[in-house]
């Protein structure tokens, strides 16, 4: 079900922890898988010289926190803003798909920590954008209804074994 890389960033992640002079924080979550990442960067000659990460949530936020952050470290600004969920889902060798908003999760943190260092360099304060959806797909039907899914998804391995 997970890849080795998956599992080996679940069971050691990397850079854990947070930056108490950071001069990026980026947070996001997700309130119906309960999902919730934040990411502290420092930032060198536009270069991101550190990247730590505190996440609460399942295993493969986890992994996903810990590759973004490994993916991002050493690049430049403009390099880690183009981490996108399907270069962090290829980096795990692939998640399950009721798994890929992780991926999203993760990139959307390192973004916008980016995005903080930007504002407060501009002397202005960040704007938090709004949380994505608040609701997770389901991986049968795609259906984004939080009521409906627990259902959906009981449905949906009756119907189709999956």
Known sequence: MYSDVVMDHFKNP????????????????NPACGDIMAFYIKV?????EDVKFKTF????AIAVSSMVSEMAKGKTLDEAMQIS???????????PKKKHHCSNLGADALHR????YRSKQQGKIAERPLDGPEVCSCPVCDVNDP????????????????
């Open 14 to 29: 990397r850079n854990v922890g947070e930056i108490p002079d950071a001069d990026g924080v980026g947070e996001v979550g």
């Open 44 to 48: 060198n000659n536009n270069v991101l």
């Open 113 to 116: 920590a980016i995005e903080d």
């Open 85 to 95: 969920n399907k270069s962090v889902i290829d980096a795990l060798n692939g998640l």
């Open 147 to 162: 009521e409906e899914a627990p259902y959906c998804s009981s449905v949906c391995e009756r119907t189709t074994g999956k």
């Open 57 to 60: 949530g399942c295993g493969a």
